[in-house]
C-alpha cells in the first residue's frame, strides 16, 4: 500500500533503528500500587491483542469523554445555577471511562513485552496520544466547575490548559537533552484524582463544589492551585534537576544552550499566536467558543510535541518551526485585524484544518513506521510485504 506521505526523513528512520528505550519512574503511587495492579490486569489479556490497540482503545475513551459532555455542556455553563446541570449518570460514566483509559495506557507497555511485540513505534503512538489527551483531560474537568459566578472564567482555563500542556512538554525535553524520559509524579496523582472527583461529583452534586474549602477559598482555587503547584513546585524544579545533573555528568545530548531549548521555540511561538488571538479578539472569541479554541490549542500543541518527540527518539536535531504555525500566523492575523467576517467560522475552519493535519500527520508516520519494521500498527500478525 503507498504511504500517505514520508513526514519521517531517512536520518530519523536510521535513528529509530538504534532507538533503546529509557525511563525512569520513581513516584510512589505508580510503583508500588499502580504497576503491580497493572501486572495483575494484563495477565488476562489474550496474546493475540496487540498493545497499540489497547493504547488507542484507552485514547478513544477520552474522547468519547469529551464528546459526551460537549453534548451535555458544550459551553461549560451547565455547572452554573439556572442552568440544566450534567446528568449523574454522565459523571458516573466519565470516571470509569477516565480510569480505564488510564489502566490501558499502564497496560500497553506491559503487553508489548509480555507478547515480546515492543518496538519504537509503540512509544511513539502512546506518547503521541498522550499528548493530544491534555485538552481532553482539562476539557472534561473543567464542566465540573464551569465558568458560573463560583467556577473558573474559560480565560483562566486557557492558562491553566497551557500549563497543563508546558508540564507534558517537560518532560520530552528531559529526554531530548538525557536520553532518559523521567515520568512525571503529577501524572499518576491526577488521573486517580480526577476518576474519584467524577463519580463523587455525581454523588454530591456539583453545588457541593461552589461550597468553600475554608474561610473564602473555593474548590475551584484549590483545582487551580494543585494545578499550578505540581507543574511549577514539582514538574519543572525535577526536569531542570535531572537535565543539571546530565550536565554535570557529561551525558547532555545538546551542549549548546540554544540547541537544548531549541524545542520550545514552537510551543512558545504557538502560545504567542494562540494568546494574541484571545487578548484582541473583536468578538471575544474565547468567550463565544471556549471548547473549540481549546480543542484548537490542544491539538495543535499535539501536532508540535509529536514532532519533538519523533526527534528526541530518533536522535536528530528539533525542528526550529513547525510548518503548522504559518498558516496558523496568518488566521491570527484575519482574526485581531477584523479582516475575517465571521470570527466564529474562521475558528470552526481553521479547527478542523488543524485536526485534519495533525490526523493525516499521525496516520501518516504510523503507516511509515510500520512499513519500516515491517508490522501491523493494530495486529501482531506480520504483514505480507513485497
Known amino acids: 500500500m503507498a504511504l500517505l506521505y514520508e513526514y519521517v526523513t531517512q536520518e530519523q528512520l536510521a535513528g529509530f533503528d538504534k532507538y533503546k528505550y529509557s525511563a525512569v519512574d520513581s513516584n510512589p503511587l505508580s510503583v508500588y500500587i499502580m504497576h503491580p495492579f497493572w501486572n495483575f490486569l494484563v495477565k488476562f489479556l489474550p496474546k493475540w491483542l496487540a498493545p497499540n490497540l489497547i493504547t488507542f482503545t484507552g485514547f478513544m475513551f477520552l474522547v468519547v469523554n469529551f464528546l459526551m459532555l460537549a453534548f ?115 501524572y499518576d496523582v491526577s488521573q486517580v484524582t480526577i476518576s474519584l472527583v467524577y463519580v463523587v461529583t455525581a454523588v454530591v452534586g456539583v453545588d457541593s463544589w461552589y461550597q468553600p474549602v475554608l474561610f473564602h477559598f473555593l474548590y475551584r482555587d484549590l483545582f487551580t492551585f494543585m494545578i499550578v503547584a505540581c507543574s511549577f513546585l514539582v514538574t519543572l524544579p525535577m526536569s531542570l534537576y535531572n537535565v543539571l545533573k546530565a550536565y554535570r555528568s557529561n551525558s547532555l545530548k545538546h551542549s549548546s544552550l540554544y540547541e537544548a531549548f ?54 536528530t536535531r528539533c525542528q526550529p518551526l513547525s510548518w503548522l504555525l504559518l498558516p496558523m500566523a496568518g488566521v491570527v492575523v484575519l482574526a485581531v ?50
Open 72 to 186: 451535555y455542556d458544550f459551553d461549560f455553563n451547565a455547572s452554573a445555577a439556572g442552568h440544566d446541570h450534567v446528568p449523574s449518570w454522565v459523571w458516573v460514566t466519565a470516571g470509569v471511562f477516565n480510569f480505564l483509559a488510564y489502566t490501558l495506557d499502564g497496560v500497553d507497555g506491559k503487553q508489548a513485552r509480555r507478547t515480546n511485540s515492543s518496538t519504537p513505534l509503540g512509544e511513539l503512538f502512546d506518547h503521541g496520544l498522550d499528548s493530544w489527551a491534555c485538552i481532553f483531560f482539562v476539557a472534561t474537568v473543567y464542566s465540573i466547575f464551569g465558568r458560573g459566578p463560583s467556577g473558573v472564567g474559560v480565560v483562566t482555563l486557557y492558562y491553566i490548559l497551557w500549563v497543563v500542556l508546558f508540564s507534558f512538554i517537560l518532560s520530552h525535553w528531559e529526554k531530548y537533552n538525557t536520553g532518559v524520559l523521567f515520568l512525571p509524579w503529577g
Open 262 to 315: 531549541l524545542p520550545f521555540l514552537s510551543p512558545v511561538i504557538l502560545f504567542v499566536l494562540s494568546t494574541i488571538w484571545v487578548l484582541f479578539s473583536p468578538s471575544d472569541i474565547l468567550e463565544l467558543q471556549p471548547r473549540l479554541y481549546y480543542l484548537m490549542v490542544g491539538t495543535a500543541f499535539a501536532n508540535v510535541t509529536c514532532k519533538l518527540i519523533v526527534c528526541q527518539m530518533s536522535s
Open 337 to 386: 485585524s477584523g479582516l475575517a467576517p465571521d470570527e466564529t467560522l474562521l475558528l470552526y475552519l481553521w479547527t478542523a484544518a488543524v485536526l485534519l493535519a495533525h490526523i493525516h500527520y499521525g496516520v501518516s508516520v504510523v503507516q511509515q513506521l510500520s512499513h519500516h519494521f515491517g508490522i501491523r500498527a493494530f495486529s501482531l500478525k506480520k504483514p505480507n510485504i513485497d
